[in-house]
């Protein structure tokens, strides 16, 4: 038997398999599609409230739990969505979140009681929050350059203005053609045939870190929203009340226990010294007051345009298009503002748009002519389509390129904390005059000039703000 020659003898055994490189066109077309879904489960209520709250036959002081689960459940596991997206893997945590989506909304379907439908509401959130912090992690990997990147994440910023504008109108003629459950089943059925689609356009991508996920910070941040939350809900009945004092004491308390559990953490879901960076502050207060300004006052002026001007269900889905039609189209364009204007100056934009949209709707609820509406659906619809190109897009160039999906879920926890705080307040100031005509058309407008000052108090801050390239904030 012959010996190994000398170079034979000292050959390397071959190495690893090269990962497979990510299919960025596959990777766009699933993420958006996932992300469009996830918004038409979370804006679905919004033409079907009324009918649902009879079905469940929850009060008056109870409704904004039926629209405010899925922003919960968002704004509360974003952000461990997106340590755990980056440690473990991003196409793993996708495949898992789009189909835990399609089994959650379909349970809504369903639910017999207001408690059970908030639990499944919540849950569809957190299935939500593992679909768009994975998302914008994978489109990242997938899009390494800057010019990908813009392109990649205005696509994504028009599908969310895109599953806004679906989800009432598949909710509205589901409902209209049989009952409001089966627009849950619809949804969850689609939620299903994009996780059967997703494993063969996705690679996988992770940075990970030594550690543990941050379970008590994820605890602690949400009983912290349900405390506010409840306070909101509850502050309808009168704002100067003990229990309600007690859970705002309870939501800074917790709070700041999530502060200090993320400072002392090795892997925190949040790295407190991204707040020493201006582009992380702009996306993050961006984010905050887009829920609590633009999103809170359209989660719930569909129920007031079927309440107060006799509008249908499906006239009020048409309706809120010319919002949400109008957005998706302004973002999916927005791109090309990109070298122009900043993405810090394109949001004070947005902003000042949607506080005039909200100047020319004063008094529109009252008037009974759904047409006082247009000019300000119109306004604030390009407003928000700015928004919705900018956030994403400024959420992953404020953190380091390997803390994509956390950057991710920060700017997203934001939006859906503002949200869901929103809706709750602007439930309670439209009808703490009670349901009559008179007093929802008065509660209305004095929700609108709160909607308008959050925005123009956003456009300010945001001004203020320097664009530094966020390397030099470390």
Same mark, same amino acid.
Do not use: C
């Given at each position: 038997?012959?010996?190994?020659?000398r170079?034979?003898?000292?050959?390397?055994?071959?190495?690893?398999?090269?990962?497979?490189?990510?299919r960025?066109? #596959?990777?766009?077309?699933?993420?958006?599609?996932?992300?469009?879904?996830?918004?038409?489960?979370?804006?679905?209520?919004?033409?079907?409230?009324?009918?649902?709250?009879?079905?469940?036959?929850?009060?008056?002081?109870?409704?904004?739990?039926?629209?405010?689960?899925?922003?919960?459940?968002?704004?509360?596991?974003?952000l461990?969505?997106?340590?755990?997206a980056?440690?473990?893997?991003? !196409?793993?945590?996708?495949?898992?979140?789009?189909?835990?989506?399609?089994?959650?909304?379909?349970?809504?379907?369903?639910?017999?009681?207001?408690?059970?439908?908030?639990?499944?509401?919540?849950?569809?959130?957190?299935?939500?929050?593992?679909?768009?912090?994975?998302?914008?992690?994978?489109?990242? %990997? #997938?899009?390494?350059?800057?010019?990908?990147?813009?392109?990649?994440?205005?696509?994504?910023?028009?599908?969310?203005?895109?599953?806004?504008?679906?989800?009432?109108?598949?909710?509205g003629?589901?409902?209209?053609?049989?009952d409001?459950?089966?627009?849950?089943?619809?949804?969850?059925a689609?939620?299903?045939?994009?996780?059967?689609?997703?494993?063969?356009?996705?690679?996988?991508?992770?940075?990970?870190?030594?550690?543990?996920?941050?379970?008590?910070?994820?605890?602690?941040?949400?009983?912290?929203?349900?405390?506010?939350l409840?306070?909101?809900?509850?502050?309808?009945?009168?704002?100067?009340?003990?229990?309600?004092?007690?859970?705002?004491?309870?939501?800074?308390?917790?709070?700041?226990?999530?502060?200090?559990?993320?400072?002392?953490?090795?892997?925190?879901?949040?790295?407190?010294?991204?707040?020493?960076r201006?582009?992380?502050?702009?996306?993050?207060?961006?984010?905050?007051?887009?829920?609590?300004?633009?999103?809170?006052?359209?989660?719930?002026?569909?129920?007031?345009?079927?309440?107060?001007?006799?509008?249908?269900?499906? +006239?009020?889905?048409?309706?809120?298009?010319?919002?949400?039609?109008?957005?998706?189209?302004?973002?999916?364009?927005?791109?090309?503002?990109?070298?122009?204007?900043?993405?810090? %100056?394109?949001?004070?934009?947005?902003?000042?748009? %949607?506080?005039?949209?909200?100047?020319?709707?004063? +008094?529109?609820?009252?008037?009974?002519?759904?047409?006082?509406?247009?000019?300000?659906?119109?306004l604030?619809?390009?407003?928000?389509?700015?928004?919705?190109?900018?956030?994403?897009?400024?959420?992953?160039e404020?953190?380091?390129?390997? !803390?994509?999906?956390?950057?991710?879920?920060?700017?997203?926890?934001?939006?859906?904390?503002?949200?869901?705080?929103?809706?709750?307040?602007?439930?309670?100031?439209?009808?703490?005059?009670g349901?009559? %005509?008179?007093?929802?058309?008065?509660?209305?407008?004095?929700?609108?000039?709160?909607?308008?000052?959050?925005?123009?108090?956003?456009?300010?801050?945001?001004?203020?703000?320097?664009d !530094?390239?966020?390397?030099?904030?470390?």
């Open positions: 038997m012959s010996q190994p020659t170079t034979e003898a000292v050959a390397a055994p071959p190495g690893p398999a090269a990962p497979p490189a990510p960025p066109a #596959a990777t766009l077309a699933v993420t958006s599609a996932a992300t469009a879904v996830a918004l038409m489960t979370y804006t679905a209520p919004m033409i079907t409230l009324g009918d649902t709250a009879a079905s469940l036959h929850t009060p008056l002081s109870s409704q904004a739990w039926l629209l405010n689960g899925t922003p919960l459940g968002l704004a509360a596991l974003l461990v969505a997106g340590s755990l980056d440690d473990y893997g991003r !196409r793993r945590a996708f495949l898992y979140g789009t189909f835990a989506l399609g089994v959650t909304t379909v349970l809504s379907a369903l639910a017999p009681t207001t408690l059970l439908f908030t639990l499944a509401r919540v849950a569809q959130g957190a299935a939500s929050a593992a679909v768009i912090a994975a998302s914008l992690g994978l489109l990242v %990997h #997938a899009f390494p350059t800057p010019a990908g990147r813009i392109r990649a994440t205005g696509v994504w910023g028009a599908f969310v203005s895109g599953g806004i504008a679906l989800g009432p109108v598949v909710a003629a589901v409902a209209g053609a049989a409001w459950r089966w627009s849950y089943a619809v949804l969850g689609a939620a299903l045939a994009v996780a059967a689609l997703a494993p063969k356009a996705l690679t996988e991508s992770l940075s990970p870190r030594p550690g543990r996920p941050d379970l008590p910070g994820a605890l602690t941040l949400g009983l912290a929203l349900v405390a506010l409840a306070a909101l809900t509850l502050g309808r009945d009168g704002w100067l009340r003990a229990p309600i004092g007690l859970l705002l004491l309870a939501a800074v308390l917790l709070l700041a226990a999530f502060g200090v559990l993320e400072r002392r953490s090795a892997t925190p879901m949040l790295d407190l010294s991204l707040l020493r201006p582009l992380f502050l702009a996306s993050t207060a961006g984010a905050l007051f887009t829920g609590l300004s633009v999103i809170a006052l359209f989660s719930y002026v569909p129920t007031l345009v079927q309440q107060t001007m006799g509008v249908s269900p499906m +006239g009020t889905a048409g309706l809120l298009v010319l919002w949400s039609g109008s957005s998706f189209l302004v973002a999916l364009q927005a791109r090309r503002l990109a070298g122009r204007v900043s993405p810090r %100056h394109q949001l004070a934009l947005g902003f000042v748009l %949607h506080a005039l949209a909200v100047a020319t709707m004063l +008094g529109a609820v009252g008037s009974g002519h759904w047409q006082r509406l247009l000019p300000g659906l119109l604030s619809g390009i407003g928000s389509g700015l928004l919705n190109a900018a956030l994403p897009l400024l959420a992953v404020s953190v380091p390129a390997g !803390r994509a999906a956390m950057g991710s879920g920060a700017n997203n926890t934001a939006r859906y904390i503002g949200s869901a705080a929103g809706v709750s307040l602007t439930i309670a100031l439209a009808t703490s005059s349901p009559s %005509h008179h007093a929802l058309a008065q509660g209305t407008n004095t929700a609108l000039l709160v909607s308008g000052t959050l925005a123009l108090a956003a456009a300010t801050l945001l001004l203020t703000l320097h !530094r390239h966020p390397t030099a904030q470390l």
